[in-house]
């Protein structure tokens, strides 16, 4: 199983970025797909997850109305819409999956595989 994101840089406060992240080797559709994401000298944190089936999402406090998640099974692809950005969201992304996944999988160890990450950097 391979999950690979991409789409992090830098940008400004108050702009905006997509993060992908492509999966391989797993039935994509079966799969819960998260975003959590680690500020620098801190513990990795929930930011979003969409169940298997695409038909509901959870966001953390800290994001919601600012961050969508999405997914193309189709593509094997889960998405993170990220708007009005701020400092304090800079971190390295990462995306897991949790088989058979919902909107209650928000804690790191519910999710059975996990990508490399991308740095997201947003100046003041």
């Known amino acids: 199983v391979q999950l690979a994101e991409s789409g992090g840089g830098l940008v400004q406060a108050g702009g905006s970025l997509s993060l992908s992240c492509n999966a391989s080797?797993?039935?994509?559709?079966?799969?819960?797909m998260g975003w959590f994401r680690q500020p620098p000298g801190k513990e990795r944190e929930f930011v979003a997850v969409?169940?298997?089936?695409?038909?509901?999402?959870a966001y953390a406090d800290s994001v919601k109305g600012r961050f969508t998640i999405s997914r193309d099974n189709a593509k094997n692809t889960v998405y993170l819409q990220m708007n009005s950005l701020q400092p304090e969201d800079t971190a390295v992304y990462y995306c897991?999956?949790?088989?058979?996944?919902?909107?209650?999988?928000?804690?790191?160890?519910?999710?059975?595989?996990w990508g490399q990450g991308t740095q997201v950097t947003v100046s003041s």
């Open positions: 897991a999956a949790a088989l058979y996944g919902s909107t209650t999988h928000t804690k790191i160890r519910q999710f059975n595989f």
């Open positions: 080797g797993l039935t994509f559709e079966n799969y819960g």
């Open positions: 969409i169940r298997y089936n695409g038909g509901s999402r």
